[in-house]
């Protein structure tokens, strides 16, 4: 595709319910990154996929999270267990070097 | 350790007139700076990036932004600004000898009014 596709665009999910967030990014990037912005904040990152090396997960904020890459593609971040503090947009973004590009992200909302 | 700071919350500036959005980074390795534009409910859309040569770079829809060494600072600018200008606005910084994460300021969000 033509940029970074994200989704759903929008979940609601009860808090304790499981979800998944799905990124594909842009064909032929080898890095891709997971960031959440919560409302009015900034972003803070979460996790970095760079090739066939093992990811940077520094940025996890619980073992509830966590996230993987199929074949160098597309990539799945699950959040276990939900809670309200998770209420955030999820944005992924995807790089074949220097700048990093967005997709639109997952508006998240644990009710 | 990596960090970018915006001193500002919020800019605001009236249409026509020049506009500076501050940033200050520390890295530890040779900087890649970067800025990036949020409009709302939108993800984040790339601006401009300094990765070597011309302390003055230019990017999308007119902005420009200054690499100062000396003072570790990267501000955006533009000559003349526009309503539709008004959105927030993010400054982040990698590590250059160190591929990895980008580390963004807490963003600016820059009013300009007709």
């Known amino acids: 595709g033509a940029g970074v596709s994200q989704s759903p665009s929008n979940k609601v999910t009860e808090k304790g319910k499981d979800v998944e967030l799905r990124c594909d990014p842009i064909?032929?990037?080898?890095?891709l990154y997971w960031y959440r912005q919560s409302l009015g904040q900034g972003l803070e990152f979460l996790i970095y996929f760079q090739g066939n090396s093992a990811p940077d997960k520094s940025g996890l904020p619980s073992d509830r999270f966590s996230a993987e890459r199929t074949g160098g593609s597309v990539s799945t971040l699950t959040i276990q267990r939900t809670q309200q503090e998770d209420s955030a947009v999820y944005l992924c973004?995807?790089?074949?070097?220097?700048?990093?590009?967005f997709g639109q992200g997952t508006r998240l909302t644990v009710v | 350790a990596q960090s970018v700071a915006q001193p500002e919350d919020q800019v605001n500036v009236a249409e026509g007139n020049p506009l500076t959005v501050k940033c200050t980074y520390s890295v530890s390795g040779n900087p890649y700076l970067f800025w990036y534009v949020q409009y709302p409910n939108r993800g984040l859309q790339f601006l401009l990036k300094y990765i070597t040569g011309d302390n003055l770079v230019k990017g999308s829809y007119g902005f420009e932004a200054e690499f100062n060494k000396s003072q570790t600072s990267f501000h955006l600018k533009k000559p003349s600004a526009l309503v539709s200008d008004s959105a927030l606005y993010f400054c982040a910084v990698r590590d250059g000898g160190n591929f990895n994460k980008f580390y963004f300021g807490s963003g600016t969000k820059l009013n300009v009014k007709p």
């Open positions: 973004a995807s790089s074949s070097g220097v700048e990093a590009f």
């Open positions: 064909s032929g990037h080898t890095a």
